[in-house]
């Protein structure tokens, strides 16, 4: 097949996934273009430079749109071709770097949960505190700053329901929760104002009674990281590089995706309703870890194609 003929296959994939491809379908059918010129069967680096000197100069930001759309077609072509090369990340200068997430093993979360259970402090809040944080925002998905907002009177244990006032942007949302996880808070809760002597109207406290800050959660889990090899250790506290806490609300986003896609759920209608309980304003922003996490991008691709085209 042709690169023009891939191309029409590969855009008709996105399509049926739900993407709007508006400016990624100008940039490839541009760039085949070239390449049909240029004689081309494969995609590679040296053949995305040479294309990318003919245009005219532009923002960092138009300059990363074209290596995106070129690398993610070059992907998909190279998952059933070895042929084509993908063009590396930060070929080109950009100022718009989004980090690729580190996706969490099952192992690893226990691990997690169970070691900053352990935290040391005078009554055992610190560890009870940061075990009961991290959990949930494995398991919700939250972001860090929504979870350490979170009062007592969000949780209505009656209708298992989570409201979360203080989202991204001031949008508020209503989170369905697992009756094991509405336990498990309930539990923390009537525990953690045992050890405090009084009832406390944040959810998340440290040692003081008063609300955990994002600072001391970061400094915990980093911590934590640390003393199980995610990380390696620092002297001084310092935090180090490795896996971050908002991976956690990450891993809980392809999780779930991995999971409806092999069980057969209709990806357009479950990203709807996963971009509305993740709290994204946009759907893309949902849509990203499609491109982010490769195993994903393999299954939406499969799914898309009947299967066809993704066994490496």
Known sequence: M??????????????SLGYDLGTSERILRRFVRFADREHAVCIDTALFLRWHATLPDASTGTRAARLSAV???????????SAHEVPPRGLLPSGIKRPRPHIYTDAEIRLIVGTARELPSVYGLRGLTCSTLFGLIAVAG??????????????????????VR??????????????SVVKKLIDYRDERDRLIGRPAKPLFVNEKGTRLTDCGARYNFAR?????????????????????IHDLRHTFAVRTMIDWYRAGKVPTREMIRLTTYLGHRD????????????ELLELAMARAT???GVSR
């Open 166 to 179: 203080k989202g991204k942007l001031g949008k508020e949302r209503m989170l369905p929760l697992d009756p």
């Open 142 to 163: 939250l972001r860090i700053s929504e979870a350490l907002a979170l009062d007592c009177d969000d949780l209505d244990p009656g209708h298992g329901v989570l409201q």
């Open 71 to 81: 690398r993610l077609f070059a992907q998909w072509l190279s998952s059933f071709d």
């Open 306 to 308: 009947g299967g066809e």
């Open 224 to 244: 934590t990281c640390q003393q199980i090899g995610l990380r390696t250790h620092q002297p001084y506290g310092k935090h180090g590089r490795g896996p971050r």
């Open 283 to 294: 759907p893309s922003n949902t849509y990203w870890y499609l491109e982010a996490v490769p």
């Open 2 to 15: 042709s690169l023009l003929s891939h191309l029409d296959r590969y855009l008709s994939v996105r399509r």
